[in-house]
């Protein structure tokens, strides 16, 4: 029996009319957690040598909350098991520009011990180092453990330009000792100018004037290589949309 399923095969085919930076309402609904989840081990933070330690992530663009909730209880899962409680004392800050999603995630967090929401622009350079700094300063820590942005990149570079997009990067490897990143391919900046078009916007401010352009990831990698300071240690393969997830640490 044939099933009618929407087709969709990014985000970017949605409408970003209504969700220019990518913030939309509905994501978990076409791209659930597990899209990602899936390709995440379990045992990532034993993985990257953090044993039993308190660790820090930092969720960046994190939308109403699902994937970091998901990925928070993910990470805990294989020590949780057999015992009441974690043995691993994780915090999360997950943040977004968008005010109307972070209220929603605050409403459903289900560990606000441990996870918190705030409204923050990353492109906000002085702002998004003050709010960063402080949350680091509560724990004594100088850096997030592990840094998760997914699906960010392409909103940060359209709208804000190939200055925004490289600034983005070196902000997230100045933050964190992991970056664990999934940038969309150029395909996904096609095909969200073409939507706009059609709907009869204008074009996102930059697209045109985009210099870098072509393979996403390998540009990201040779920032994050040759200006930060980072390695690529380890890609977990591609998601159902085929984007790469790519984790790297600081030298
Ligand atoms: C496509 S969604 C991805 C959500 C989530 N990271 C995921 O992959 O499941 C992109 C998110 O990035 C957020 N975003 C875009 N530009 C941002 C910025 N400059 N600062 C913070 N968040 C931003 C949007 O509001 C949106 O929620």
Same mark, same amino acid.
């Given at each position: 029996?044939?099933?009618?399923?929407?087709?969709?095969?990014?985000?970017?085919? #949605?409408?970003?009319?209504?969700? $220019?930076?990518?913030?939309?309402?509905?994501?978990?609904?076409?791209?659930? $957690?597990?899209?990602?989840?899936?390709?995440?081990? #379990?045992?990532?933070?034993?993985?990257?040598? %953090?044993? /039993?330690?308190?660790?820090?992530?930092?969720?960046?663009?994190?939308? +109403?909350?699902?994937?970091?909730?998901?990925?928070?209880?993910?990470?805990?899962?294989?020590?949780?098991?057999? /015992?009441?409680?974690?043995?691993?004392?994780?915090?999360?800050?997950?943040?977004?520009?968008?005010?109307?999603?972070?209220?929603?995630?605050?409403?459903?967090?289900?560990?606000?011990?441990? *996870?918190? %929401?705030?409204?923050?622009?990353?492109?906000?350079?002085?702002?998004?180092? &003050?709010?960063?700094?402080?949350? =680091?300063?509560?724990?004594?820590?100088?850096?997030?453990?592990?840094?998760?942005?997914?699906?960010? &990149?392409?909103?940060?570079? =359209?709208?804000?330009?190939?200055?925004?997009?490289? /600034?983005?990067? /070196?902000?997230?490897?100045?933050?964190?000792?992991?970056?664990?990143?999934?940038?969309?391919?150029?395909?996904?900046?096609?095909?969200?100018?073409?939507?706009?078009?059609?709907?009869?916007?204008?074009? %996102?401010?930059? %697209?045109?004037?985009?210099? *870098?352009?072509?393979?996403?990831?390998?540009?990201?990698?040779?920032?994050?290589?040759?200006?930060?300071?980072?390695?690529?240690?380890?890609?977990?393969?591609? &998601?159902?949309?085929?984007? +790469?997830?790519?984790?790297?640490?600081?030298?």
């Amino acid at each position: 029996m044939e099933t009618h399923v929407p087709h969709v095969d990014s985000e970017e085919n #949605e409408d970003p009319g209504a969700a $220019p930076y990518g913030n939309f309402i509905n994501y978990y609904s076409f791209n659930p $957690p597990e899209n990602r989840l899936g390709l995440i081990p #379990e045992a990532l933070l034993e993985n990257i040598g %953090f044993g /039993s330690e308190r660790v820090l992530m930092l969720d960046v663009g994190c939308n +109403s909350g699902d994937l970091s909730i998901a990925l928070y209880k993910h990470l805990l899962h294989k020590e949780a098991s057999g /015992s009441d409680s974690p043995k691993r004392e994780l915090y999360l800050l997950g943040f977004d520009l968008d005010q109307d999603l972070i209220l929603r995630a605050q409403n459903s967090n289900p560990f606000p011990q441990n *996870i918190q %929401f705030i409204p923050l622009d990353i492109t906000d350079d002085q702002e998004s180092r &003050t709010v960063l700094e402080s949350y =680091l300063r509560k724990f004594g820590c100088p850096r997030f453990h592990l840094c998760t942005c997914f699906a960010v &990149t392409m909103w940060v570079h =359209l709208n804000h330009g190939d200055a925004a997009f490289l /600034s983005l990067l /070196s902000r997230l490897a100045s933050v964190c000792e992991y970056l664990l990143l999934e940038a969309q391919p150029w395909k996904c900046y096609r095909s969200a100018a073409r939507r706009l078009r059609k709907l009869g916007r204008s074009d %996102f401010e930059h %697209f045109k004037a985009l210099e *870098i352009r072509g393979d996403m990831a390998a540009h990201a990698r040779e920032h994050l290589e040759k200006q930060c300071s980072m390695e690529l240690v380890q890609s977990f393969g591609n &998601t159902a949309w085929d984007r +790469s997830l790519l984790l790297f640490r600081r030298r």
